[in-house]
């Protein structure tokens, strides 16, 4: 058994396994809410449209990542599916329930500096809830720890 920490679910492969996903999630959530608040969309449609884009946006990161390491797309969306389910499942429930709570955040419009401030504030507390879930999963071998080594670099 490896005694390196990063072998163990170190905090900084979670952390970069994080920011990862954090990417993928805000690509969609930022691309949703402003589709659904300048087309006017109801909150749901709203935050579907966010939470079904950022799950699109971080499996097709993932999958490229891993498509460098030489595989075939199948087994590239099979590994990004394994990997990040459960990280942008946690970032999104998170953001999302943050967004809600913030009074008028949801009826801001995407000239207003309440849409803005609130989403990156929602994505920051997301961020902050998934790492030890990231690191929970890499540390049980899980997670961003079945993504080839070699799409890392």
Known sequence: MSTHPEAHGGWGTAI???????TGCALGEVLGMTI????GFGDAATIA???ALAF?????????????????????????LVADTLSITVMELVDNLVLV??????DAGV????????LAGALAIAFIVTVP????????????AVVPHAAHH
């Not at 709570?101 to 949801?106: C, D, F, L, S």
């Open 16 to 22: 970069g396994a994080t920011l990862h996903c954090l």
């Open 36 to 39: 659904g608040t300048a087309a």
């Open 133 to 144: 879930v990231n690191r929970r999963l890499i540390a049980q071998g899980r997670g961003h």
């Open 56 to 80: 699109a946006f971080g499996y097709a990161l993932t999958a490229r990542r891993v498509r460098r390491t030489g595989l075939p797309l199948r087994r590239a969306v099979r590994i990004a």
């Open 101 to 106: 709570a913030i009074p008028g955040a949801m």
């Open 49 to 51: 449209l966010s939470v």
């Open 111 to 118: 000239a207003d500096a309440m849409f803005w401030l609130s």
